[in-house]
């Protein structure tokens, strides 16, 4: 699948079945989630990646387009911290990254990239999360 052929669709084009409206009393990340699925992939925010992301929806869809901001910055902060889309990222099961193995390959590129004081302003976990995203790639490459 080219992405790039479908940024201009949205979640809910792409990743059937579309959803339904969210309850009326659904939680605001729900909401958001629900909301964020009718937005064109081209107009999805690092913020808004990290949501999909970290909520494991569309992960096909999305994790490409993290994967492609991430590559550049690996650090960037997209909502919460710096390296906040990154955790959420490498966090994302194997079974999605089996087919995405190049994407998978650029974004270990990129963290191993990454000098180790880098790692000094994560959350105290991340740069385990991190060697083992590294690890899993290095095994299936």
Known sequence: MDLLLHLDRTLDELDRPRWPDPPADATHLVRKVHA?????????????????????????????????????????????YPGDLLLATVNVPPAVWAPLQELAEELRAAVTALPESAYEDLPRDAAAEIARFVSWCERNA
């Open 36 to 80: 964020l699925r009718r937005v064109p992939l081209r107009e999805l925010r690092p913020a808004d990646l990290r949501t999909l992301v970290s909520q494991q929806v569309a992960l096909p869809y999305v994790v490409p387009l993290a994967v492609r901001l991430l590559v550049d910055d690996p650090l960037l902060d997209a909502y919460f």
